[in-house]
Structure formats: structure tokens, C-alpha cells
């Protein structure tokens, strides 16, 4: 690891300034980020639409259609973190000019899989968001309404309400390499976690504001770019199905890939000003020059 050079300038940066920087760090890396994005989150999604497109069938009722895109999106929401992580490994490989290959990232991301599972799958809620809608498709129409607009949010909502509060883990899991247990005199995730976000609680707020504010904005804009491409290619005049569903799920998931770089940017700038990171990784330089000229 090159603790001297970096791809991204250690500075401190206002929450503006990591939006437009995370624009274009995904302009600049966007083809490995989309690809690790397929890769991490394709399976959620294929195991989201299976268990809700039959919402999407208009002989149940117009309401459940509509329905269908509260319960994605609910999925979605829950999920983010679960489908990005291959994103935040990419992203802190390549901020120390690592080798970033699909091969490095997956191997990193299966070494530490079961603590990310647990983490976001049982804590986080994203499983349960998943049972509630197997368990309850396809039932009668009633039943699927209240799912997606009372139980599939409710979960979302205590699921978000956590890592709202610890936005953190992927990168405490998966870039510091903190065990789950102490040892060695090092923290446990639990107090890792609980000490970066106590120290950052200022920042994570206005971070989680930010992110509400503009996610809802960037979905529609992402969005209509989709419905575009369909009217000037005549895409769904052609379809036997509705392609409006597979829109809205492929949006909502390029819009989750951008704001795990934000969240990583984030992370990055919380570290600089609460931990003096930028001195510690002087001080990491200076100690390993020091070390390779007494070997020398």
C-alpha cells in the first residue's frame, strides 16, 4: 500500500465538494464500477423481481401495480449496502493505487463475507425485508398492499435508521480489516464502529440529509434517461411486457453504486478531520522510509 501516493488528494472537503468529487471519480473509473455493480447486485435484484413482479400483473388490481414500485424500492433501500460493497473495495484499492482487478476485489469481498452478511443481512434488516416479501407472494391483493405500503417501508425505515446512524461498516469491515472480536490490542467492530461514528455524528447527519435530498432527484433523472432511450428506439412499443418496472429497478441500483462512492468519500473526509488522518499517513510514510533505510 503507498500511503504517500494517492489517487484522490487528502484534504478536507465540504459535503458539496464530495458530491462533485464523486462524480468524477465515477466518470473516471465508470466501467469497472458498473461492472462490480452487475456483479454485486444482480442477484438481489433477479431475487427481488421474482418475488414481486407479480404485482406488476394488472389483473390483480391497478393499485398493486403501483404498489410494486413502493415494495422495490423498499428493497432496494434495504439492500444498498449489500449490493455496493464490491464498489467501497474497488474504491479504497484504488485510492492507494492497489492492484484493482475484478479477481482482487472478489477476493477481498468473499475473505470477509460472513461479517458483511451479518452486519447488513440480520442488523441492518436487509434479509427480513426479503423473507416479508417471500412470505407473502403471491397472496391476495390486500395483503400485498399492506406489505408494500405499511411492512416492507416499516423494515426499510429501522433498517436505514441503523445505518444511517453507522453509515460506516462496509468500510470498517472491509478497508480497516477490524475483526469482529478484540484481540491484539486492537478494537472490536462493535467499538471500531462505535468510536468513528460517535466522533463523526455531525458530518453523518448532514451526509444522511444530503443523501435524501438528492436520491429521490438523481432516480428520476437516471430514470428518464431510460424512458428517453425507450421513445427514440421504440424499445417498448416492440416489448410483450411492461418495461417500466425493469427501468425503475435498474435506476434505483445506479443510483445506490453513486452513493457508495459518496459514502466512501465521506468516510475518507470524516477520518481527515476527526482522526488527523492525513498526519498519520505522513508519520506511516516517514516510518516505512525509516525502516527501508536501515535495511539498506
Request: charged letters at 15%; a neutral charge; one cysteine or more.
Amino acid at each position: 500500500m503507498q500511503f504517500d501516493q494517492t489517487s484522490i488528494a487528502i484534504r478536507e472537503r465540504s459535503s458539496l465538494e464530495i458530491f462533485d468529487l464523486a462524480a468524477n471519480v465515477l466518470v473516471r473509473n465508470i466501467q469497472p464500477i458498473m461492472i462490480l455493480l452487475f456483479l454485486n447486485a444482480a442477484p438481489l435484484a433477479l431475487l427481488d423481481y421474482y418475488l414481486i413482479n407479480w404485482m406488476t400483473d394488472v389483473s390483480f388490481s391497478y393499485e398493486l401495480s403501483i404498489a410494486y414500485y413502493f415494495a422495490m424500492l423498499a428493497l432496494i433501500v434495504s439492500q444498498a449496502q449489500l449490493g455496493t460493497c464490491l464498489i467501497t473495495i474497488f474504491m479504497g484499492r484504488v485510492m492507494f493505487l492497489q492492484e484493482h482487478s475484478i479477481g482482487a476485489v472478489m477476493k477481498d469481498f468473499l475473505k470477509r463475507l460472513p461479517y458483511f452478511l451479518f452486519s447488513q443481512g440480520i442488523l441492518r434488516l436487509a434479509l427480513f425485508a426479503v423473507c416479508a416479501a417471500w412470505i407473502t407472494a403471491p397472496k391476495d391483493s390486500e395483503e400485498a398492499q399492506l406489505l408494500a405500503y405499511l411492512g416492507l417501508p416499516a423494515i426499510t425505515f429501522f433498517g436505514l435508521l441503523v445505518r444511517g446512524m453507522r453509515p460506516f461498516v462496509p468500510e470498517v469491515i472491509y478497508l480497516e480489516q477490524t475483526p469482529l472480536k478484540s484481540k491484539n490490542d486492537l478494537p472490536s467492530l462493535s467499538q471500531r464502529s462505535r468510536n468513528l461514528h460517535m466522533l463523526a455524528a455531525g458530518a453523518i447527519s448532514m451526509h444522511f440529509v444530503l443523501i435524501l435530498i438528492f436520491a429521490p432527484l438523481l432516480l428520476f433523472a437516471v430514470h428518464s434517461i431510460f424512458v428517453m432511450l425507450d421513445s427514440m428506439f421504440s424499445i417498448r412499443a416492440n416489448s410483450q411486457i411492461s418495461l417500466q418496472p425493469i427501468y425503475v429497478l435498474f435506476s434505483a441500483w445506479m443510483v445506490a453504486g453513486f452513493f457508495a462512492v459518496v459514502r466512501f468519500l465521506t468516510y475518507i473526509d470524516v477520518r481527515i478531520r476527526q482522526e488527523g488522518w492525513s498526519v498519520d499517513l505522513k508519520f506511516r510514510v516517514e516510518n516505512t522510509l525509516l525502516h527501508q533505510s536501515k535495511e539498506s
